[in-house]
C-alpha cells in the first residue's frame, strides 16, 4: 500500500473515530465564541505551566533517575515545550469540536504560518557553529582591541555594543545567538555574580533587539511595515538606526561602568584557537547568507540548510557538535506561540 492511501486512511479513520465520540452532541458546528473561549482557557494553563515549570523540576527529583515519572516530569518542566504542548491540545480539542480532524489540519495548513520558527531552528544551528563563532569572536576582538580597557572589559563592551548591531545583516536570531556563544564562553562559565549575569541577559536581549533597526530588511517588526511605507536602508539609518546605535553604546557603557571592578578582575580566556581553514569559514558564511536572504520560503532555506549538515558530516574535525536539540526547542517553543 503505498504512503498516500495510508495517510487517506488514516485520516478517514481518525474522522470517524471524531463522530463516534461526539454522536451525542446536536449542534452541526461550532460557534466561533466557543473556538475562542477554549482558546483563551488553553492560553492561560499554558501560561500558569510556564510559572509551574520549576515546581515540576523540583517534583522530578522525589522519583528514581530514569524512571518514567522523572523524564515526564523533566520533560514538563523544559519551558520550550509548554506553549506546544497546550497547542496540541488545542489542536485535537479543536478537531474533536468540529467532529472531524480534517478542520484542525485545514487551519494549521490554510490559517497558521510557521516560516518563522523553521526560519529560528535553521539559522540558530547554523550560526552557533564552530567556524561562524570564531569568525564573529575575531571581528568582535578588533573592536575590543581600539579601546583601551583591559580586554575582559573590552570585549565586553564591543560584545553587546557592536555585537548587537549584527541583527540589522544577519538577522536577530542569528545575532542572538552569536553573542550568547560569545559571552558564555568569555563570561558565564567563569563564575561572574548573578547580578552581573543578569545585567548582562537584559542588556543582550534589549541591545539585539533594538540592534536590527539599522537595515529595512532582517527584524520581523520592521519588515512588516518597510514595504508599505517605502521605508529603504538610508530612511532606517538616518531615523531610527544611529538611535539605536547609541542606545546600544550608552546603556553598555553603564552597564560596563557598574560591574568594572567585576569585569576587570576577571582572567583573561585562553587565546589559542582550533584551527579552521578559510575556506570552510567562508562556505558557511555562505549557507547563513543564504538562509537569512531565504528566510520568507522555508523550501528553500531547508534545502541549504541539508546542504550545509552535508558540509558539516564531511568536515567534522572541524566542527563541535551541533546545536540541533537547542534550536527545536526554540523553534517548538515559537511554533506553539
Same mark, same amino acid.
Given at each position: 500500500?503505498?504512503?498516500?492511501?495510508?495517510?487517506?486512511?488514516?485520516?478517514?479513520?481518525?474522522?470517524?473515530?471524531?463522530?463516534?465520540?461526539?454522536?451525542?452532541?446536536?449542534?452541526?458546528?461550532?460557534?466561533?465564541? !466557543?473556538?475562542?473561549?477554549?482558546?483563551?482557557?488553553?492560553?492561560?494553563?499554558?501560561?500558569?505551566?510556564? +510559572?509551574?515549570?520549576?515546581?515540576?523540576?523540583?517534583?522530578?527529583?522525589?522519583?528514581?533517575?530514569?524512571?518514567?515519572?522523572?523524564?515526564? =516530569?523533566?520533560?514538563?518542566?523544559?519551558?520550550?515545550?509548554?506553549?506546544?504542548?497546550?497547542?496540541? %491540545?488545542?489542536?485535537?480539542?479543536?478537531?474533536?469540536?468540529?467532529? #472531524?480532524?480534517?478542520?484542525?489540519?485545514?487551519?494549521?495548513?490554510?490559517?497558521?504560518?510557521?516560516?518563522?520558527?523553521? $526560519?529560528?531552528? /535553521?539559522?540558530?544551528?547554523?550560526?552557533?557553529?564552530?567556524?561562524?563563532?570564531?569568525?564573529?569572536?575575531?571581528?568582535?576582538?578588533?573592536?575590543?582591541?581600539?579601546?583601551?580597557?583591559?580586554?575582559?572589559?573590552? +570585549?565586553?563592551?564591543?560584545?553587546?555594543? +557592536?555585537?548587537?548591531?549584527?541583527?540589522?545583516?544577519?538577522?536577530?536570531?542569528?545575532?542572538?545567538?552569536? &553573542?550568547?556563544?560569545? =559571552?558564555?564562553?568569555?563570561?558565564?562559565?567563569?563564575?561572574?555574580?548573578?547580578? &552581573?549575569?543578569?545585567?548582562?541577559?537584559? *542588556? *543582550?536581549?534589549?541591545?539585539?533587539?533594538?540592534?536590527?533597526?539599522?537595515?529595512? $530588511?532582517?527584524?520581523?517588526?520592521? &519588515?512588516?511595515?518597510?514595504?508599505?511605507?517605502?521605508?529603504?536602508?538610508?530612511?532606517?539609518?538616518?531615523? +531610527?538606526?544611529?538611535? #539605536?546605535? @547609541?542606545?546600544?553604546?550608552?546603556?553598555?557603557?553603564?552597564?560596563?561602568?557598574?560591574? !568594572?571592578?567585576?569585569?576587570?578582575?576577571?582572567?583573561?580566556?585562553?587565546?589559542?584557537?582550533? !584551527?579552521?581553514?578559510?575556506?570552510?569559514?567562508?562556505?558557511?558564511?555562505?549557507?547563513?547568507?543564504?538562509? /537569512?536572504?531565504?528566510?520568507?520560503?522555508?523550501?528553500? $532555506?531547508?534545502? %541549504?540548510?541539508?546542504? $550545509? =549538515?552535508? *558540509?558539516?558530516?564531511?568536515?567534522?574535525?572541524?566542527?563541535? #557538535?551541533?546545536?540541533?536539540?537547542?534550536?527545536?526547542? /526554540?523553534?517548538?517553543? &515559537? @511554533?506553539? =506561540?
Amino acid at each position: 500500500m503505498q504512503p498516500a492511501n495510508c495517510g487517506r486512511l488514516l485520516m478517514t479513520w481518525l474522522d470517524c473515530s471524531f463522530l463516534i465520540a461526539s454522536e451525542a452532541t446536536a449542534q452541526p458546528s461550532v460557534e466561533p465564541m !466557543f473556538v475562542k473561549v477554549l482558546a483563551t482557557t488553553l492560553f492561560a494553563l499554558a501560561v500558569l505551566h510556564t +510559572f509551574a515549570v520549576k515546581k515540576f523540576a523540583q517534583w522530578a527529583h522525589h522519583y528514581p533517575q530514569g524512571s518514567l515519572q522523572e523524564n515526564l =516530569l523533566h520533560f514538563l518542566a523544559e519551558t520550550e515545550i509548554v506553549f506546544g504542548l497546550w497547542a496540541s %491540545v488545542m489542536f485535537f480539542a479543536y478537531a474533536a469540536a468540529h467532529r #472531524s480532524i480534517h478542520h484542525a489540519v485545514e487551519y494549521i495548513e490554510n490559517q497558521l504560518d510557521f516560516t518563522e520558527p523553521k $526560519f529560528v531552528l /535553521v539559522v540558530m544551528v547554523v550560526a552557533a557553529t564552530r567556524p561562524v563563532v570564531q569568525l564573529a569572536e575575531r571581528m568582535i576582538l578588533s573592536v575590543a582591541r581600539l579601546l583601551p580597557l583591559k580586554e575582559t572589559v573590552s +570585549f565586553f563592551i564591543a560584545t553587546l555594543a +557592536f555585537g548587537s548591531l549584527l541583527g540589522s545583516f544577519i538577522t536577530e536570531p542569528a545575532a542572538m545567538t552569536l &553573542l550568547a556563544m560569545l =559571552l558564555k564562553d568569555r563570561y558565564f562559565d567563569r563564575g561572574i555574580s548573578r547580578p &552581573l549575569a543578569y545585567a548582562t541577559i537584559g *542588556l *543582550l536581549f534589549v541591545n539585539v533587539s533594538i540592534g536590527g533597526t539599522l537595515t529595512h $530588511f532582517a527584524a520581523p517588526p520592521v &519588515l512588516m511595515v518597510a514595504s508599505k511605507w517605502n521605508w529603504g536602508f538610508w530612511h532606517m539609518l538616518s531615523n +531610527f538606526g544611529w538611535r #539605536s546605535a @547609541a542606545a546600544c553604546f550608552v546603556s553598555t557603557l553603564i552597564v560596563a561602568a557598574i560591574f !568594572f571592578r567585576q569585569l576587570n578582575s576577571l582572567q583573561l580566556p585562553d587565546a589559542s584557537r582550533r !584551527f579552521i581553514p578559510t575556506w570552510l569559514t567562508g562556505l558557511h558564511v555562505a549557507c547563513l547568507a543564504a538562509v /537569512v536572504y531565504f528566510s520568507h520560503y522555508p523550501d528553500v $532555506f531547508f534545502g %541549504v540548510f541539508m546542504l $550545509f =549538515l552535508g *558540509l558539516v558530516t564531511a568536515t567534522r574535525e572541524y566542527q563541535d #557538535s551541533l546545536k540541533l536539540k537547542e534550536g527545536l526547542l /526554540v523553534g517548538f517553543f &515559537l @511554533a506553539g =506561540l
